[in-house]
């Protein structure tokens, strides 16, 4: 059983992957910190009694299952109202960068590094980004799930509910067309 010193530092270990995972999929900032945050809840009020190992692999098909639960309510809601408010955002932009959060987020890793540097790294993140988001969403899952989450394929598949098999397959057609999109815009891989 996960004591709750356990637990808490788990989440907090997973909070910012889960989130990022969970934009991925559903490309709306505010419904992935709320599909976050309510597999925390699950997590913390359904399965307290299982023991620290099982938390990771718990926490990503929770996560799994509440974003699919998403989509099912978004394909309900929008079949019977449309919603012009997401109409807005579409015309305006991204608004929502704030470079005061990615500051903080890089730390003390930017006092040693120059401005080029630092400009090229941002670059080339957003690029990456930028690709990720455009895989499909099961490849997309398997890699950040191998990749980002450091699941090994065992865990992958059984937090995708796949064979090991499709979960190679999927990483590694994530993995080629990535290099392959990035290669095209200059970046070596």
């Known amino acids: 059983m996960a004591t709750d010193k356990e637990l808490s530092d788990f989440l907090k270990s997973v909070e910012k992957r889960a989130w990022k995972r969970a934009v991925y999929a559903v490309r709306d900032e505010d419904a992935a910190l709320d599909i976050v945050q309510d597999a925390m809840i699950r997590l913390s009020e359904k399965y307290i009694d299982r023991p620290a190992a099982e938390l990771p692999l718990l926490f990503q098909r929770i996560v799994s299952n509440a974003t699919m ?81 450091e699941l090994d394929v065992a865990e992958t598949a059984a937090s995708m509910g796949c064979s090991e098999g499709s979960v190679k397959t999927h990483c590694s057609r994530a993995v080629h067309a990535l290099a392959k999109a990035l290669r095209a815009k200059g970046i070596g891989t």
């Open 69 to 149: 639960d998403w989509f099912r309510r978004q394909k309900v809601r929008n079949a019977v109202v449309r919603n012009f408010s997401d109409f807005e955002g579409a015309a305006g932009g991204d608004g929502d960068f704030d470079i005061l959060e990615t500051l903080e987020a890089l730390g003390s890793s930017l006092e040693h590094e120059s401005a080029a540097d630092s400009v090229s790294r941002a670059q080339i993140l957003q690029l990456v980004d930028a690709e990720v988001a455009q895989l499909p969403a099961r490849q997309r899952e398997a890699f950040l799930l191998r990749y980002w989450e």
